[in-house]
């Protein structure tokens, strides 16, 4: 079913005019005044304003030179929804920034949002997983994340969020899962994807394969697929009509089949013939990770055998534009023909 859209439009009572301003630096000293104001309206006009000053990158610097994200931090937890939709916005632009995000880290701003991921107002949600995605695009923003202990909820809110902040914590997720998988094993992560590899939002299939290609990267995480019963949902997922879809999904097939326990699962699933499909496809964007997935099931006894009648879809592939495919094929035919 369809969800609405979140509206990042402020209530219907909030003047929305901005307070004027002073010309060059002394703009943002001010500012930084009025966001200690007791008044409501003067930090309500402060922070619209504050939001169009921090796409610059040198307003940025300043803002954190003069102790900003103190200040923000603190309206983290204000009374009132359109200062928290604003300070959440605020940070959210000065995240694209590199000072940016190492104030964001060194403030510790990222444990004081982990307060917004029940707040009642969709907006300011949305606004606080925009921050954690884009921290966590870059390594020190991910280490931020997983040293604020923030893996469990976000698992935990994938079950009950709304679609388009889902897709934001999937992001999240696949990012921070690359450098640790732990904390997400532990809290479920696997049984929580594998549902969602079913959802009827093409981004949401996606980006679950995505992020279980992740967890897959880790010897753990390629156990957890396994034991879990994964990889028959993986196979399904091979004929999604999707591009995006096939292409995580056989990225987290192959990741998966590394181990023996992987390999017999897939092909216990019927694995080859779809990937084959795909490999026969000369537009997939799914074609690579598919021959990869194919050579790792040749390792198998049954696995060759199927393959030996399909040689020549491997060796069209020699003449593939791209030479990663090229030499995938290759290698998957030199796997085929193996006789011991």
């Known amino acids: 079913m369809a969800q609405p859209r979140i509206s990042t439009y402020l209530p219907p009572d909030i003047d929305p005019t901005k307070a004027p301003l002073a010309f060059g630096r002394r703009a943002l000293p001010k500012l930084n005044e009025e ?69 964001v880290i060194q403030s510790g701003v990222i444990s004081a949002l982990t307060g917004l991921l029940d707040d009642p107002v969709d907006i300011c949600r949305k606004n606080t997983h925009q921050i954690f995605d884009m921290m966590a695009k870059f390594p020190e923003g991910a280490g931020g994340v997983l040293q604020a202990n923030l893996i469990p909820p976000l698992v935990l809110k994938l079950k009950t969020e709304l679609d388009e902040i889902q897709e934001l914590i999937l992001d999240t ?40 290609l992740e967890i897959s990267s880790h010897a753990e995480g390629k156990i957890a697929v396994c034991e879990e019963g994964v990889i028959p949902l993986l196979v399904s997922l091979l004929e999604d009509t999707q591009p995006k879809v096939q292409v995580n999904t056989t990225g987290a097939l192959m990741f998966a089949a590394v181990t023996p326990q992987g390999r ?54 020699l003449d593939d534009p791209s030479e990663a495919v090229q030499r995938a094929a290759q290698i998957a035919i030199t796997v085929i023909e193996w006789k011991p």
Not at 180 to 195: D, H, Q
Not at 294 to 312: F, I, K, N, S, V
């Open 35 to 103: 966001l200690q104001s007791p008044e409501l309206l003067t930090q309500q006009r402060a922070l619209m304003a504050l939001c169009d000053l921090v796409h610059d990158p040198e307003k940025v610097y300043q803002a954190v030179a003069l102790g900003f994200l103190d200040n923000l931090k603190t309206l983290l937890v204000h009374h009132d929804q359109t200062v928290r939709q604003k300070t959440t916005e605020v940070l959210s632009i000065m995240a694209l920034h590199s000072i940016g995000r190492q104030g």
């Open 173 to 212: 997720l696949s990012n921070c899962l690359r450098v640790e998988a732990s904390e997400a094993l532990a809290a479920g992560a696997v049984t929580v994807l594998k549902e969602k590899l079913s959802h009827p939002s093409t981004a949401i299939r996606s980006k679950a394969a995505w992020v279980l």
């Open 264 to 317: 017999s699962s897939a092909m216990g699933a019927e694995a080859i013939p779809p990937l084959l499909k795909l490999v026969a496809e000369e537009t997939s964007k799914a074609r690579l990770n598919a021959i990869k997935t194919l050579t790792l099931l040749a390792e198998l006894p049954e696995g060759r055998q199927m393959l030996l009648d399909h040689r020549d879809t491997f060796q069209r592939c």
